[in-house]
């Protein structure tokens, strides 16, 4: 069965390392069909869309999509593109890599980010002259809807026991107190174990001990930021990869931006892009052609050759290349 | 002129590291008073109230008030103390002393973090069985007052050139974009230098290099958070002092815990409390003596005696009488 794949690279460094990436996919040999679409702020000059509703039916109807990155439309391209894709779970593993000068070399985590609500809900208003609003969104389907993912996640691997649930429902009671009972009520129920922390105090905590967490379940916004400072920890944005999951779609993206200072010289560093399309594979069935990808990049990390983020000289094709050749 | 100083213990080491602080203070000979009140979690179990009336009268009456820590009932202590004192800004230092072992030793940070709104309105509702809603608030008059405060800052001090602005007004567009505008309103005006930043991204950024930031101003639970970050960065909440500062009153709090690990044992470390109340003590106009205990403190960091959780074998008392010692 050919698996269709919607190929958005958007602004940047996107057109450099979605490139990359669709390289490593093509090396492997699958039955996979390849679509592009338009989406970011170059569109956006032009149409007056960031993104399109073409693209966004692209999205839609594809069997996944691999995304890069956009400027300064980014909130106006992937906030839909999770939409298109039904996305109620936001995946961003954060490994630190041998070869990759990290703050805390032992870091190696998980983050599963709800997706669809929080602050993340889209009603503002502006209530007067000096006063918005913002309403917080928080619902038990969407966060028992999360722990039952999270649930399957731990279970389905060797390599979790459980998993922490970060809130901050000692300030937010209602909405976050909500989150926290559905997700340790469905935790509780299938057996699985699971402890709370303070969004505030795991800031403080992952820094000073990195190995005390594993799988990190958290609202939306929470884990916006958490795993971005996962990302700090572990030596940059260039090397983490997400995936937006949904009930029959899902959408890949770095974690990373456009990267406006090196875009357009062809030094970007591919691996998140590349790690992201692992996850692709991965949620495809391929999961043995995934496993090799993700070896293929942790060895070139290791051994070279790196591009300039990572301390080496190498261009991208030049990286892109190597973990090729290691397939 | 006598000052007021209400004395808040709470629970836990609070009951240690306020009679620390307090004897740093006394030592000093300065015309203060102290008078004590009680809130937390014991005073809750006896009186059903986490804070009784009176000692919210006691915080809005006194000069200033230092207070330790509470346990489980931490927010419905806190959260009425800071309206008690009117504050509408709370100042949190995170700097790595020398002698202290810290993930990243460069880090010397201000936060300045908005005290009264955001998403600590205190607005929440359960609108079904399913769905519960937080009105997360800004107002321009707020953001505009913390940044006056910032910029008096910033120009009271040689040390800083001007300010972060921390936000996520891509995605909080009507909010934080208010946020954003009110602050940075202020600061063009007052001829003060900001740049901005977003909170996902600093989080990323302070890991990777927190010598690019110096002075951050942010949204309440956004200074919340990566204050809580940079505790991290400096190892650990035993060293974070801050201050809570309205017009006319003030309330000075170390940023860790009870610590129910260790509570009781006379082993706490007291310098995030000593350094809570050299802010109170510059914040009433002794700002040699404030000074004074800060050189202090620094040096007992760095030559010892020093407690159990920065690599020492003090205890509470001996590390205060070595700070007292070089006062
Ligand atoms: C661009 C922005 C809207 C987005 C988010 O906040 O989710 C980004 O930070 C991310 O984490 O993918
Ligand atoms: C206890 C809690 C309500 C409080 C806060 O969120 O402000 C604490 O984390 C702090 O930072 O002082």
Redesign the pocket.
């Given at each position: 069965m050919t698996h269709q794949i919607a190929v958005i690279e958007g602004d940047g460094i996107g057109q450099e390392v979605i490139p990359a990436a669709i390289e490593v996919l093509e090396s492997l040999d699958l039955d996979l069909e390849f679509v592009d679409g338009e989406a970011g702020d170059a569109v956006k000059a032009d149409t007056g869309e960031a993104l399109p509703q073409e693209t966004y039916d692209l999205a839609a109807d594809a069997d996944a999509t691999l995304f890069g990155a956009a400027g300064e439309t980014?909130?106006d391209v992937?906030?839909p593109l999770r939409d298109a894709v039904d996305s109620f779970v936001?995946i961003r593993p954060a490994k630190a890599y041998p070869g990759v000068d990290a703050v805390r070399p032992e870091t190696d985590l998980v983050f599963l980010r709800e997706n669809t609500e929080g602050v993340?809900s889209g009603h503002e208003d502006d209530l007067s002259d000096d006063l918005s609003t913002l309403t917080r969104v928080v619902t038990t389907s969407a966060s028992e809807k999360l722990a039952a993912f999270a649930c399957d996640y731990v279970e389905d691997s060797d390599d979790h026991d459980g998993f922490s649930v970060v809130h901050k429902a000692n300030v937010m009671r209602k909405t976050d107190g909500r989150f926290r009972d559905g997700v340790v009520g469905v935790a509780d129920e299938r057996g699985v174990e699971t402890d709370e922390v303070l969004m505030d105090a795991f800031a403080t905590h992952v820094c000073l001990d990195p190995e005390q967490f594993d799988v990190v379940v958290c609202p939306?916004?929470a884990g916006?930021v958490l795993?971005?400072l996962a990302a700090g920890l572990v030596g940059g944005l260039g090397l983490l990869p997400?995936a937006n999951i949904g009930d029959d779609n899902a959408l890949f993206?770095p974690?990373h931006g456009t990267a406006p200072d090196i875009a357009g010289e062809g030094i970007a560093n591919p691996t998140a892009t590349i790690l992201s399309a692992a996850m692709l594979l991965d949620h495809l069935g391929y999961s043995e052609e995934s496993q090799r990808v993700e070896t293929a990049v942790e060895s070139v990390l290791a051994e070279g050759p790196r591009t300039g983020d990572l301390g080496g000289n190498a261009d991208t094709d030049e990286m892109t290349a190597a973990i090729v050749d290691r397939l």
């Open positions: 980014a909130a992937i906030l936001n993340y939306n916004l916006d795993s971005d997400s993206e974690v």
